[in-house]
């Protein structure tokens, strides 16, 4: 039989030996204190852990808006901690796709013209801006708010909005940030339910949050604890309910240790 070449495909995110420290010498705090994992292409992985255990930290590492005082992030392939300021917004605009808690999107644009922004910036052509944008809304269905500010829409229509800009230019990582936090239950399940389908399709999807529930429709969860990674669950077959349970039981565990986890 011929020797099989195959390698093992080359993760999209790369932690290893994450630090990142504040402070000054008299007084420092060790936001993360040595992270490593790795995320594989189309996986969905939850960071959960107590208030103070480093997943904003993490995720501003991530996004580049921080960097880590030691260890490196290789986001497909590339070390993300070497790139020079000049490189950032690029890096950003081209491989990331961001959702906030709050939509962060530009009241005076409309939501086509908000989710179109990064692609206008790129320079794409017309043509395809209109199909991306077009194609982008009707997986989200927000296609009949296209052109509507973000005064006129509800809170959850601006946050399906906000993951159709995140998702536009085919980013290699979406990185949600407590996306549901702002939400009423109906709309945090419609955008869940969202951001499964968009990782479905095969978008790959990190996202910070306190809530189990959300959590639950993600593949993977990863807890943080004092800025380490201190445990992780893989929903596997299970189902979301069981998921959900086993999140609980970590998180409950968690809090029975005087941490705040909400
Ligand atoms: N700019 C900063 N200067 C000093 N300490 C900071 C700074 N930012 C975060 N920290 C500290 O780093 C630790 C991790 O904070 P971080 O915000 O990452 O936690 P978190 O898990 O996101 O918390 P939460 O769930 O409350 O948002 C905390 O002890 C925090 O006080």
Not at 64 to 74: A, E, L, M, Q, V
Request: net charge neutral; glycine share 8%.
């Amino acid at each position: 039989m011929a020797p099989s070449h195959a390698q093992p495909a080359q993760p999209v995110l790369s932690c290893r030996d994450v630090e990142k420290l504040y402070g000054t010498r008299d007084n420092v705090t060790r936001a993360l204190d040595g992270v490593s994992f790795d995320v594989a292409a189309g996986e969905y992985v939850a960071i959960m852990g107590p208030s103070g255990s480093g997943k904003t930290t993490l995720l501003n590492c991530v996004s580049t808006i921080d960097r880590p005082t030691s260890g490196h992030i290789y986001v497909d392939g590339q070390d993300i901690t070497a790139l020079r300021p000049g490189q950032l917004s690029r890096f950003r605009r081209e491989r990331l796709g961001f959702v906030f808690q709050d939509s962060n999107l530009l009241d005076t644009l409309t939501a086509r013209e908000n989710i179109a922004l990064a692609l206008t910036i790129n320079h794409t052509p017309a043509k395809e801006v209109a199909a991306r944008v077009g194609g982008v809304a009707r997986r989200l269905g927000v296609a009949d708010v296209l052109d509507k500010f973000p005064h006129e829409m509800s809170g959850g229509q601006k946050q399906r909005v906000a993951a159709a800009r995140a998702i536009v230019t085919d980013p290699s990582l979406v990185l949600a940030d407590e996306p549901t936090g702002a939400l009423d239950s109906r709309n945090s399940r419609l955008l869940l339910e969202s951001l499964e389908e968009l990782n479905d399709a095969g978008a790959t999807i990190i996202m910070v949050t306190h809530d189990s529930f959300a959590a639950s429709y993600a593949r993977r969860a990863l807890f943080l604890k004092d800025g380490r990674v201190w445990n992780e669950l893989v929903r596997g077959t299970k189902t979301r309910k069981t998921f959900f349970n086993e999140i609980m039981d970590v998180v409950s565990f968690l809090g029975g240790e005087g941490a705040d986890v909400r």
